[in-house]
């Protein structure tokens, strides 16, 4: 069965330095991966996705994200972050059948001055 | 253009009472699903539907129901709430429910069974 672990509940980064945040999934085939954030009280927008290709995948609002297909890793990376970056980020892995994505169970991360 | 919208905003219900929550898309997607958000788990899919006609069950749809008349609405029930069902319900749509198709949410509807 698919799956997928976001190891860190919860990230402190200083406002300007870099961000990784680790996903890693269970998946027998070759796996469809998405990141999202959710803003407190908001809905979730995908920042980026991958399907084939480069394995380093780039998003918007500057964050990038890297297959790495012998670690089932795509963890998700931006060089200096905002404070406005505050929020939860989910990994995701979508199923057979293209219908059915499973979520990991976030990461909030807090950006301080 | 508002996307996808959810009604109500929030819900605070007593166990046993049956409950719709509405979820209303103008993008013309086929593809639309419900979700639930528990904290330190995700979210986890109720039901889903890829075309106006057809539903799917997905990770978690026992004591949920949903029907799609059209292509724009999806409602989800609560048939008899219970309280593990207090939640945050996210509807999402998508054109057309494949590997590459982006998934847009609505704002989420916290529902609260005592």
């Known amino acids: 069965a698919q799956s997928v672990t976001q190891p860190d509940i919860h990230i402190t980064v200083s406002e300007g330095a870099s961000l990784e945040l680790r996903c890693n999934y269970s998946?027998?085939?070759?796996?469809?991966l998405f990141w999202y954030v959710q803003s407190p009280g908001q809905g979730l927008q995908l920042l980026l996705k991958?399907?084939?290709?480069?394995?380093l995948v780039q998003g918007i609002k500057g964050f990038e994200a890297e297959f790495k297909r012998s670690q089932s890793s795509f963890n998700l990376r931006k060089p200096s972050v905002h404070w406005s970056d505050a929020a939860e980020y989910f990994c995701?892995?979508?199923?057979?059948?293209?219908?059915?994505?499973?979520f990991g169970a976030g990461t909030r991360l807090f950006v301080k001055a | 253009i508002a996307g996808i919208t959810q009604a109500p905003t929030s819900q605070i219900l007593a166990a046993g009472r049956r409950m719709t929550l509405r979820c209303t898309q103008d993008?013309?997607?086929?593809?639309m699903y419900w979700y639930r958000q528990d904290l330190g788990l995700g979210l986890r899919l109720i039901h889903y539907?890829?075309?106006?006609?057809?539903?799917g069950k997905g990770e978690v749809p026992d004591g949920y129901s949903v029907s799609r008349a059209n292509t724009d609405d999806f409602p989800l029930t609560l048939a008899s709430a219970v309280p593990s069902q207090t939640s945050v319900y996210f509807c999402?749509?998508?054109?057309?429910?494949?590997?590459?198709?982006?998934?847009?949410f609505g704002p989420g509807t916290r529902l609260t069974v005592l």
């Open positions: 999402a749509s998508s054109e057309a429910g494949g590997f590459t198709d982006t998934q847009y």
């Open positions: 998946y027998g085939a070759t796996p469809y």
């Open positions: 991958y399907f084939s290709g480069d394995t």
């Open positions: 995701a892995v979508m199923g057979t059948g293209g219908f059915k994505t499973i």
């Open positions: 993008m013309r997607h086929n593809a």
């Open positions: 539907s890829n075309t106006a006609g057809t539903t």
